[in-house]
């Protein structure tokens, strides 16, 4: 295994682990999974939102200059992915047997292979690149483990099915898109690549601001602006030692 690829491959296993942590949380501590996740969102979003215009997208723009419409188009795929699911899963009754459960996590299991596909193109750019990126996310998976998880169960799903199910689509799918994906993308030239890279951070900030901080603003957790701010310093103290 090439050092290259083995930086990558980490970062998504370690994502994977992590998701499987929430899971394994929320199964046996119920109470103090749902009383924290917030703070797990909300510092994660800070990481990832900072960390995508402090870094990212300048090294993107590096790369290509067009980069910003591509950051643009990347915002809005995810947005209009995220947008057919919700307005899909919305209209539905809990009563309305295991669709309620499968539809959401097809959806985290696509956005979670993406994830693997992000980790082989930050880290592609670059090692410190793709920690930036890495950081935030691996932080986000936790909270999504979680969510995957009461899904099913609210779904209608046994506690064991809905482990298994939940492993499957939102922790197992990260390594396997970094697999798939990087044999490819390590053989891409710079433009090429700060196009992905763009469309790459337009993907992190619209999962920090408008997903992870949605959620986090819903629940109203007392200390939730604390973890956001605890999260942009992170990534501006990361930035500036680099």
């Keep these: 295994m090439a050092p290259s690829f083995a930086y990558p491959l980490t970062a998504s296993v370690l994502a994977a682990l992590v998701t499987t942590g929430g899971i394994l949380v929320i199964l046996r501590f119920d109470a103090w999974g749902r009383r ?25 723009i590096s790369l290509n200059p067009a980069a910003p419409v591509y950051l643009l188009v990347g915002f809005l795929t995810l947005y209009l992915f995220n947008y057919g699911i919700t307005a899909f899963t919305c209209n539905m009754e809990v ?13 985290i299991g696509f956005h979670s292979f993406i994830d693997g596909l992000v980790y082989s193109v930050t880290f592609a750019v670059g090692t410190f690149t793709g920690v930036m990126a890495a950081v935030g996310m691996v932080l986000h998976e936790f909270p999504e483990g979680i969510v995957t998880y009461l899904l099913l169960v609210r779904g209608g799903f046994s506690k064991r099915v809905s482990l298994l199910l939940a492993f499957l689509a939102a922790a197992l799918t990260t390594p396997l898109g970094t697999v798939i994906s990087y044999p490819v993308i390590s053989r891409i030239g710079g433009p090429v690549l700060g196009i992905l890279l763009s469309l790459s951070a337009g993907a992190l900030v619209y999962v920090g601001a408008t997903h992870l901080l949605a959620h986090a603003e819903h629940e109203r957790r007392p200390f939730s602006l604390v973890a956001l701010a605890a999260g942009v310093l992170v990534a501006v103290i990361i930035v500036q030692a680099h």
């Design 36 to 60: 924290n996740t917030s703070y797990f969102m909300s510092f994660a979003a800070g990481v990832l939102v900072s960390a995508s215009f402090l870094h990212i997208v300048p090294k993107s």
């Design 95 to 107: 009563d309305d047997c295991y669709s309620f459960g499968l539809v959401p996590m097809l959806g």
